[in-house]
């Protein structure tokens, strides 16, 4: 049934693509148009001020001579005032050009993305390449060649390619230098390249400091009031409406995740979501459907918070993580094929569920009350948007949480995934900080085992781990460590003024937050894995179940490709395995241990472990979030389908279908909420570990 839906509905989706992209380049000619009078009447107010600006500074000066001191402060404010209305005048200048990028971005309605993404900020440029996907010779030239001719530049401190994300990062002095001289540059060697007529692949995930997914999400708001101030004022003065079919189209392509899919691969996923929100708010507006519209500006003022800080933590942390070339990745990291598919999570299993029953449902209420408008209200019934709007509600409070504590998602998908995960694998290094400890001690005959302890800690105070990697000898006072031979190569000797006391293991010290850490990676019955570490051996007992520990001497990697194949979806945190980060379902870095293996990842957080605790107690959240979202589903799907079945043929849409909008409100501000607490807790206190 599944097939025939998707060839029932290939029609509307077609005609639904064709309405966006025909709205889309209306927008856009519109913002062409209004260019000129934006620039015109900006540009006239600002200058006007700015003249004024500059008269008031010369009779202030006047009036500076006479009052002395007072009108030097005068003269100042109004200095500023003139600062200020130039930075105006620029603004007003450059917003014929982000109005024509907007444009540019939301109409991008192609199976591979035409428009060129690029921006300037803090004295650094990002600017997408053509030809650097899949890599080759020639990706391998262009990555070369981009930055060189960047760098001929006067004005260009640095120029590096990001091959993860395509991008050529230039670090640049804004005064003698713009964009578009920038973008010159690159055009010319892509042109030299052979590659200026290539596109972008939508698979590459949104980069944190682009605006397309900010443009989109206030887009998608803005239509959804403008469709809730129509159908009020529809319902205020009695205007004529569509008929609640048309919002048919809409529904079934909700249902029929086919066609989404079918769509993201056409034009986007950015630009689906875009266009089917446009239509859905215009078929709701012009049949005058306000309950639909009101939960969906509430959903979109969500997305739009969760993105726009997204964006302000990437540019906090831009510095700290685009420090220099060395600190990009020149080498592709393509996440490897799964050994077999994700597992589903409960709300795709609903939705799954849905999609044989919707039509079922929509020709057993046709049969039975020979009414289109009751059909078509079956279908929107079975819409699962209570599910949808719970886990979404859920993700986007506790990714704007996340990104307002410092925690950079590069995929901000992952949010929307983790309630699937069911192994946390976690690299024991990360729960070690890098100072040395003893681990154990081995006392010589006569010698008590605490004195062998006591004098291999005083001498390691103060040292760090790299101090203590090699052969040493190290020394404090009259005690002496240096490393054994033979079998005790990896166990240091500790003497006293010539005189051997024993062997002591020395390891990393443990962080405040380790047993934090695995005490929420724990805490929603996920399975808790962890790498063969002594440091860690201790932490054991505190686990919450029977977990695994694997050999930290076999692949990372490999070892999350084999949880895959046994059908779990897995959840690492590391602090520098970049191939395991990238196999993994959800990858969790510490940026400041692993440099630039964090672009393998989903979510970049700080030098601490408090923020992997923030993420790990998300994802303990996550799935009971979404399986109480579909409970109400379920619920609010029962009643509309009860209703329609036996109300009678003149009740409205919005008295059958109100059960569905109530269950969507509730699931979505439900899941909020819990994100919010999710990531709002107060740490826990930090522990010491001593062996």
Known sequence: MSGNVFSLLSGPARMAYRMASATGRTAG???????????????????????????????????????????????????????????????????????????????????????????????????????????????????????????RLRGVRWAEVNAVTGQVLVAFDERRLDLERLLETVRAVEKANGTQKEDFSWSRATHPGDSAAIAAAAAELAADCVALTSAVAGKLFRLPALPREARLAVALIEVEHGLRGWLKRRIGPIETDLMLSLVSAAAHGLSQGIASPAVDAVFRALLLAEVWERRKVWQRREAELCFCPESLPHEPRSRPPRPRHRPRGPVEIWSDRLGPIAPALAATVFALTLSPGRAADAILAAAPKAAQYGRGGFASAAGWELARRGILPLNAAVFRRLDRISVIVIDSRALCGDRPRVLTADAEPGVEGARVWQAAADVLAGLSLNDVDGAGPWRHGGIRLERGSGPDRDRLVVHEHGRRLGRVTVGAELAPLAAAVLDAAGSAGSTVVLTDEPSVAELLPLLPRADQIVDAEDSLAGHVRRFQEAGEDVLVVSAADEEALAAADAGVAIADACGGAFWSADVVCGGDLAGVWRVLRT??????????????????????????????????????????????AIAMTGGAIAGLRATRAALPPPSAHVP
């Open 29 to 151: 000619a519109a913002l062409n148009t209004a260019q000129a009078t934006v620039v015109a009447g900006a540009g006239m107010a600002i200058a006007g001020a700015a003249a004024a600006a500059k008269v008031t500074t010369s009779a202030a000066g006047k009036m500076g001579d006479a009052a002395g001191a007072g009108g030097t402060g005068v003269c100042q404010a109004v200095a500023k005032a003139e600062s200020m209305t130039r930075q105006g005048l620029d603004m007003a200048r450059a917003l014929p050009r982000k109005a024509a990028w907007v444009g540019q971005v939301l109409t991008d309605l192609h199976e591979r993305r035409h428009h060129r993404r690029a921006w300037t900020e803090h004295g650094h440029a990002y600017i997408e390449v053509r030809g650097l996907e899949g890599g080759g010779g020639r990706a391998r030239e262009l990555a070369t060649g981009v930055p060189k001719a960047l760098s």
């Open 619 to 664: 994802a303990a959240a996550a799935r009971g979030v979404s399986e109480r979202a579909v409970r109400l589903a379920q619920a609010g799907f029962a009643l509309a389908a009860l209703l329609i079945l036996l109300s009678g043929r003149h009740r409205p849409a919005s008295f059958v279908l109100a059960p569905v909008h109530v269950a969507a």
